[in-house]
């Protein structure tokens, strides 16, 4: 075991877990931030996607030890009161079916658009390329990034 002081959401939080414990398990049963889900586990269908110094990452696949002093945003962090663009664009083009790969389509998304205001068709599609909707909502979320890459530009 050993001490950890992470920046989670802007806030220092301080675990004392194993150095190889995936974040995506520090961040759901240690700080109990649970909008991070738990898909397939070896890094493959986005659903614990979070950003790392602005990024989008794995947390399933990204060990506590490897964070460093690095700040990490999880879906809980992305807005105060869940008025992202990405978010209100979600819900405007009624995006989630089941729901549960969502987070992560959102916070990979908002890493596209930190890096890439105004992003092609086929630029969203190679970024969001790997994170799986077993709804099948793909339309919908291109939809929902180009509206809100739209009103955040």
Do not use: F
């Not at 987070?103 to 390329?129: F, H, K, T």
Request: aromatic share 4%; net charge neutral; charged share 20%.
């Amino acid at each position: 075991m050993a001490v950890y002081n992470l920046t989670i959401n802007g806030k220092k939080q301080q675990v004392d877990v194993d150095p190889d414990t995936p974040m995506l398990w520090v961040l759901r049963d240690h700080i109990n931030l649970v909008g991070t889900k738990y898909g397939c586990g070896i890094g493959q269908c986005g659903a614990c996607t979070v950003h790392l110094d602005g990024n989008a990452v794995r947390s399933c696949s990204l060990t506590v030890d490897k964070v460093k002093d690095q700040k990490i945003t999880t879906i809980e962090g992305l807005s105060a009161n869940g008025d992202h663009p990405l978010q209100e664009a979600w819900i405007a083009h009624d995006v989630p079916q089941c729901g549960y790969c969502q987070a992560g389509q959102v916070m990979n998304a908002a890493s596209l658009l930190s890096n890439n205001s105004n992003p092609s068709d086929e630029e969203i599609a190679g970024a969001m390329n790997g994170n799986i909707c077993r709804c099948g909502t793909y339309t919908r979320i291109k939809a929902a990034i180009k509206t809100a890459a739209t009103k955040m530009g």
